[in-house]
């Protein structure tokens, strides 16, 4: 059974550009979170997609976008990037909305 | 709105040793659960152990146990035999269970405890 994967790995931008993250869920889940995890905090909830829909949003501007495919992976887009956007992006994936969720190894964006 | 707390920033233990890791929550809701992740310096978050808060009985995986104090708010995790491979960021969160009308399974995480397990 695979786990979670993201990639990139690392990413390195530039203020005002944009950016997409990728991630694959584990198999046999339907449901996909996302966190952002800036240095020494714990992660914070940006959006969860439900069999392709948004199924409930954190405190993030409209500038953090996302999609679930029929396959039930998922990107996170951020546009006009900023200097805080610079964090460790969680991608996690579950059997169904209030099952437990299992994390990917995160995708390093490093905004300058 | 949920709030969890995490009163110990770091920790260390002794191999061979039990260490126990704070964790306090605040919520009016009755129905919920808790967590603990471990996030290792790789990075990866791995789920260590689940308490669904209607169970009176605490929760235990191998060497994890937790002490889940519903009245108090308060669970805790204790790790028997330490073991070096258990030096980790530990990482308490909280996930409302299902309401009517829809629910959301967003977990809400304290900012963690680094824990150094020494030889």
């Known amino acids: 059974e695979t786990g979670v994967t993201q990639s990139p790995t690392h990413l390195i931008k530039t203020r005002g550009q944009q950016v997409t993250l990728r991630c694959s869920s584990q198999s046999g889940h339907n449901t996909v979170s996302w966190y952002q995890q800036a240095l020494g905090q714990g992660p914070q909830f940006i959006f969860q997609y439900y069999r392709e829909e948004e199924n409930g949003r954190g405190n993030f501007p409209p500038r953090f976008s996302g999609l679930q495919f029929p396959n039930y992976s998922s990107e996170l887009n951020v546009n006009a990037l900023e200097l805080d956007d610079s964090a460790l992006y969680l991608c996690?994936?579950?059997?169904?909305?209030?099952?437990?969720?299992?994390f990917g190894p995160g995708t390093r964006l490093t905004v300058t | 709105a949920q709030t969890v707390t995490q009163s110990q920033p770091e920790m260390s233990v002794q191999e061979a040793e039990t260490v126990t890791l704070s964790c306090t929550y605040d919520?009016?809701?009755?129905?919920?659960?808790l967590f603990w992740y471990k996030q290792p310096p790789s990075r990866q978050m791995i789920l260590v152990i689940r308490q669904e808060a209607y169970k009176q009985q605490n929760a235990t995986e191998n060497r994890f146990s937790v002490n889940f104090q519903k009245a108090a708010k308060s669970f805790s995790l204790k790790i028997s035999d330490s073991q070096l491979g258990d030096t980790a960021m530990y990482f308490c969160?909280?996930?409302?269970?299902?309401?009517?009308?829809?629910?959301?399974?967003?977990?809400?995480f304290g900012k963690g405890t680094k824990l150094s397990v020494k030889p």
């Open positions: 996690a994936s579950s059997r169904d909305v209030l099952y437990e969720q299992y």
């Open positions: 969160a909280f996930m409302k269970a299902m309401n009517y009308g829809g629910s959301q399974g967003n977990l809400i």
């Open positions: 919520t009016s809701e009755n129905n919920y659960y």
